[in-house]
């Protein structure tokens, strides 16, 4: 199916990570002109902009002023900016209950996730106002929409993506007409990092104990369903919707 992407120009966030390199390369394989995001993966940024043909850009999310930046260096570069993909964020260890992360470690959580997606929705969606078009895709996870036992922090930070932030940002760019605003939860998915980590039978098992299908998603999985609400030409007449990719899950095991 065409997807209208030809040509288009894509920013993705953390698009140095596991799940970020997979939908870049889903992106470029669509014809798009591919900007990978990165803070701290410098290295792994410019070889994966190499390889796509896409661009490399360093910025620090947390910061509004970064975030504004960025954009308008995009646009100025590449004369426009068409699909956002807010995937930048950071998964703390080790897992602990609530009542043993400081108040240090929540406000950092919640300042890599929700804020740095805040931050990217805001300078992409000033952006789209101006021109009147647009489409960004927010990356949640299905810690937001369940809940995940020791990663309160990080389950609080993508409940927020995933709700109330979608949706008002939906509102928000109803007037404007041509902007879509949609997100993607996913669920238990084998990236590099938790290859090294290790992925033994015993946590596949329980990882896929409420899932209808018994399997752990890959990157890949996860970059076709951004790449398809990304469309115009496919989600045309959607917004506000989160698509979850956790092979039907119904929840978590609580240890």
């Known amino acids: 199916m065409e997807t209208g992407l030809h040509g288009k120009v894509v920013l993705v966030t953390g698009g140095a990570g596991g799940i970020g390199q997979a939908i870049c ?10 900007v990978v995001h990165h803070f701290s993966s410098t290295a792994a940024a410019i070889s994966l902009a190499e390889e796509i043909d896409g661009i490399a850009i360093r910025a620090d999310l947390r910061d509004d002023k970064e975030a504004l930046s960025m954009v308008r ?21 080790p897992p602990k209950p609530l009542w043993e992360i400081d108040s240090e470690r929540w406000a950092s959580t919640i300042d890599s996730n929700l804020g740095v997606t805040v931050s990217t929705a805001r300078a992409f969606l000033g952006y789209a106002a101006e ?12 810690a937001g929409i369940y809940g995940e036992s020791g990663h309160a922090d990080y389950a609080a930070a993508k409940g927020a993506i995933t ?37 033994d039978e015993e946590l596949v098992e329980r990882a896929t104990a409420t899932m209808a299908l018994k399997k752990l998603a890959t990157p890949e999985d996860v970059a076709n369903a951004v790449v398809m609400l990304a469309s115009d030409e496919i989600s045309g007449h959607i917004t506000g919707q989160v ?13």
């Open 25 to 34: 390369r889903a992106f470029a394989s669509e014809g798009a002109r591919v």
């Open 73 to 93: 260096s995009i646009v100025s570069e590449l004369g426009g900016l068409d699909v956002c993909i807010a995937n930048a964020g950071h998964y703390p260890t």
């Open 131 to 142: 021109v009147g078009q647009g489409s960004i895709v927010l990356i949640g996870s299905t």
């Open 243 to 255: 698509i979850e990719v956790a092979g039907g899950m119904e929840g978590r095991l609580i240890p």
């Open 163 to 199: 709700s109330g932030l979608l949706m008002s940002l939906k509102n928000d760019v109803s007037h404007i007409g041509g902007v879509r605003v949609n997100a993607v939860a996913p669920g238990w998915t084998v990236t590099p990092k938790k290859v090294e980590q290790g992925v």
